[in-house]
């Protein structure tokens, strides 16, 4: 499904073509990413890179080294965090690319993880009617998910992505080395994405998945690899998410609701694949209760992913604040939430409805478990 080359002995790249851009993945893109900026005659002064404080200090001087071109480059920086993917991140993004001269013919590089692909992107796309983009991944959130697909946007309120648009990066480079600077905790939130992939894609991938623990896992590329080709399947066939792509929202109707609500009333927030990974399964659970999963498989879903993650305490009484966040999913209809649900690992059914009482019905199962 995808090519490998071997631009050096020793060293292989992954390229794989998504909807109208290519994706690069391995730990020699370095002269790939030169090569590219060469191409639309290169300008220190068009050229700006955006980043938080943990890029900028663990992966952005491995950059610089390796792409000496960049070196004189304008960096901008934001605060990491979901908390900061808000407008006013964005006005400062805005002002300073004005006040350094960026015009239509400047390129953005997004270095970091999810906050940092979605923002970056949406102020790229919207700077002057759109300057290019492009996607250089440093969590593994971001690898397996954020950087790729063209969606692009901003937290209102707290809630999740309610503004945005689709809007493709020019090329995206993936440097699993990357991976080498960050906590177990950040590695574990991308992990969850790769579970939903499995979950809904192969049954087969999903054994061989979970026949170890995660922290038997050591080399990342094979497996980024194959849950970028999961999720390029769906959006090279569904770009604008009107159908098919759809299938990808497994677990994430739930979750951004978990996400939104400790966003709101929690210390130390959840990560956005901590959040997925209750909401897979809650809906693992409404997928027994609506759409024929094996009471088995739901058991096999919840007994690996509480392995997995840590549990995260609901308060009997906090379960409607959470429900009332799920009045602002945008793929809601009416009264009823619109999932996509599991009706045997590997195979998946969109446009499924449930009520609230079955998503409340799904918290309390996770809370059960957890106890």
Not at 138 to 146: E, G, H, N, R
Request: net charge negative; with cysteine.
């Amino acid at each position: 499904m995808y090519e490998i080359i071997i631009i050096f002995v020793g060293m292989e790249q992954t390229i794989i073509n998504s909807a109208g851009y290519p994706i690069f993945i391995g730990n020699d893109v370095f002269n790939t990413i030169r090569s590219y900026l060469l191409q639309y005659e290169f300008k220190e002064d068009k050229v700006f890179i955006l980043c938080d404080e943990g890029s900028r200090k663990y992966c952005l001087p491995v950059l610089m080294s390796n792409v000496q071109l960049l070196q004189k480059v304008t960096v901008m920086e934001i605060p990491a965090g979901e908390e900061n993917k808000n407008i006013e991140t964005c006005k400062k993004i805005w002002v300073e690319l004005s006040n350094k001269g960026a015009d239509r013919n400047s390129i953005l590089i997004n270095l970091g993880g999810g906050v940092i692909s979605d923002i970056g992107g949406f102020t790229a796309s919207t700077f002057k009617r759109g300057i290019r983009y492009l996607n250089i991944p440093t969590t593994l959130l971001s690898m397996v998910d954020a950087s790729i697909g063209g969606k692009v946007g901003i937290d209102l309120n707290n809630l999740k992505n309610q503004v945005g648009l689709f809007a493709n990066p020019q090329v995206v480079f993936t440097i699993p080395e990357f991976l080498d600077t960050l906590p177990k905790r950040f590695i574990l939130s991308g992990f969850a994405e790769i579970i939903k992939h499995a979950l809904i894609y192969d049954k087969s991938y999903w054994q061989e998945l979970t026949s170890k623990c995660f922290d038997e896992i050591k080399e990342w590329k094979e497996i980024i690899d194959w849950s970028v080709e999961v999720k390029n399947y769906y959006i090279t066939e569904d770009p604008m998410d009107t159908g098919f792509r759809k299938v990808l929202n497994f677990g994430h109707t739930v979750g951004h609701a978990i996400e939104t609500f400790s966003l709101y009333y929690d210390e130390e927030p959840l990560l956005h694949g901590e959040a997925v990974a209750i909401g897979i399964i809650c809906e693992s659970y409404i997928s027994y209760k609506v759409a024929g999963l094996a009471k088995s498989q739901l058991e096999e879903i919840a007994s690996y992913i509480t392995r997995c993650f840590e549990p995260y305490k609901i308060e009997s009484d906090s379960i409607d604040l959470l429900l009332d966040f799920t009045k602002h999913d945008k793929k809601k209809l009416g009264s009823q939430m619109n999932l996509t649900l599991l009706t045997s690992i590997g195979t998946s059914l969109i446009n499924q409805e449930c009520t609230l009482d079955l998503v409340r019905e799904s918290i309390q199962y996770y809370q059960n478990i957890v106890k």
